[in-house]
């Protein structure tokens, strides 16, 4: 099944068998975990394929083989968190080159490109991805990279890949997609002309909350091989039992993430008739200035959906008290569903001037809707809106 005919398969087909059957010994129909840190050479020169787990590792290769196939790339690493993955990305560029960057991505994004990377000499401009022309403008002789990430955290305004991409392209700039919020079963961002993509696996891939993992997916092969290169001398490749767990996540993907939607969806339209509710963004709603791009460029709308509270009539901390199966945590995409307050919580670390420039306030709150029955979530943010107000 890890041949290579299998990758003109459905997706739903590729995440359950791409990669997956590794066990000669006694063919088992899952992966096995091979947590050995060392690999026994036949003779001087000579292995199995494996010699030192940093370096390569049977399970982790399963998982890798069926990432790159279920985002259309010719190479994938798994990585032991999303901001691994990127930070062994970003060690692609050296002191004096330039970056271009949405200003409303993940905030530990925001934190390596201001805070981290500097320090190397490598600076970036954020801008509002969304507007190709502030993307032209932003563009210097020394641009060698574009980090950009849609739909975006946490008001999920959209980027147009293809026409943000066509312009980096034509510059000769590296473009990087974090392709987390959709997975790869509602956007392949390597289909629109992206050189690389990154997943936090900790989310929908992965999803069910209980392990912190990345990667990295490219198609071109000259470029996979300087990837590879990276993760192998920075040492940020994941553990073999992690990337057995993801693997297992991984097989679930396209139902998961088809509950998710279904979910979101009635949910964003709930929301949008409440009265304590004032604004609600999800791509999925056709009142979404991002709407008709994203029915070009994705599959669906994803199970990510945040809303302005009035806060006139209810403080997020009054809802939050209320709420039973929304939990107030930070991360997403788990078949458990997560509230936040993104000012105070996720994106808390980046500057207060830098948040309202994206476009929230103390008064954005976003949902991780989980695949719990509907009826019940609806239910549980009725009550909490119902809250004694301030
Ligand atoms: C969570 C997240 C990351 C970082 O992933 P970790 O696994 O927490 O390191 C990067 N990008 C996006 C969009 C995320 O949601």
Redesign the pocket.
């Known amino acids: 099944m890890g041949n290579a005919d299998s990758r003109s398969a459905d997706l739903r087909t590729l995440a359950i068998h791409h990669g997956v059957d590794k066990d000669s010994a006694f063919n088992s129909v899952t992966t096995p975990i091979y947590p050995s840190s060392t690999f026994a050479f036949e003779r001087v020169g000579v292995t199995k394929g494996y010699d030192y787990t940093r370096s390569a590792n049977p399970t982790r290769a399963a998982l890798q083989e069926n990432l790159a196939a279920l985002e259309g790339g010719t190479a994938a690493w798994a990585t032991c968190?999303?901001?691994?993955?990127?930070s062994s990305v970003a060690m692609l560029f050296k002191s004096g080159d330039h970056l271009i960057s949405g200003d409303d991505?993940?905030a530990?994004?925001i934190r390596l490109l201001h805070d981290v990377l500097p320090g190397l000499g490598i600076t970036t401009s954020f801008v509002r991805m969304g507007d190709p022309d502030e993307v032209r403008r932003a563009i210097r002789p020394n641009t060698r990279g574009m980090v950009i990430?849609t739909p975006s955290?946490p008001l999920l305004n959209l980027v147009d890949l293809a026409a943000v991409i066509a312009t980096a392209r034509g510059h000769g700039i590296l473009t990087i997609v974090?392709n987390?919020?959709m997975s790869p079963y509602f956007q392949n961002p390597l289909g629109f002309g992206a050189d690389i993509v990154?997943?936090?696996?900790?989310?929908y891939l992965n999803g069910h909350s209980d392990v912190?993992?990345?990667a990295i997916v490219v198609k071109d092969a000259a470029l996979g091989e300087r990837v590879g290169y990276l993760v192998n001398a920075l040492g940020t490749a994941c553990s073999p039992f992690d990337a057995w767990l993801v693997l297992r996540g991984v097989k679930t993907l396209a139902c998961r993430m088809e509950a998710h939607q279904a979910n979101a969806l009635a949910i964003a339209r709930w929301l949008e008739q409440h009265p304590r509710v004032k604004k609600v963004y999800y791509p999925g709603l056709a009142a979404h200035p991002g709407y008709e791009l994203a029915r070009r460029q994705m599959r669906g709308f994803g199970g990510m959906v945040s809303f302005d509270l009035d806060l006139d009539q209810l403080t997020p901390d009054a809802l939050f008290a209320r709420l039973e199966y929304f939990s107030l945590a930070e991360?997403?995409?788990g078949v458990e569903s997560l509230v936040e307050q993104p000012w105070t919580m996720s994106h808390a670390s980046i500057g207060e001037d830098r948040r309202r420039a994206a476009g929230f306030s103390p008064a954005t709150i976003r949902l991780s809707v989980g695949i719990e029955c509907v009826d019940d979530l609806i239910a549980d943010l009725d009550r909490g809106l119902a809250a004694a107000s301030r």
């Open positions: 968190t999303g901001m691994s993955a990127i991505i993940y530990g994004t990430e955290n974090d987390t919020f990154v997943h936090s696996t900790t989310k912190v993992g990345g991360s997403l995409g």
